[in-house]
């Protein structure tokens, strides 16, 4: 068990060890679920991609421009195991 002390700003530190074990890296973010009896519950928050991250992801890496069928050929190949 590791004991945090809570400053005079009501702000507590995390140790490293802590922080690698939850999987938590400088910036990101923490969720805490209160529950009953004073207790309360810590996890890494995982960020939700958005589509928009996703459309960006692939932005500048290519010159062709799929069409629709190619796209849908291609997701359908993917679902199928092949290449």
Known sequence: ???LTVTERGQVTFRKDVLQHLGIRPGDKIELDLLPDGRGMLKAARPLGTIDG???LL??????VATIEEINE????G????E
């Open 1 to 3: 068990m590791t004991t």
């Open 54 to 56: 996703f459309v960006g």
């Open 59 to 64: 932005a500048g890496r290519t010159r062709k």
């Open 74 to 77: 291609a997701t359908a190949q």
């Open 79 to 82: 679902w199928a195991g092949k």
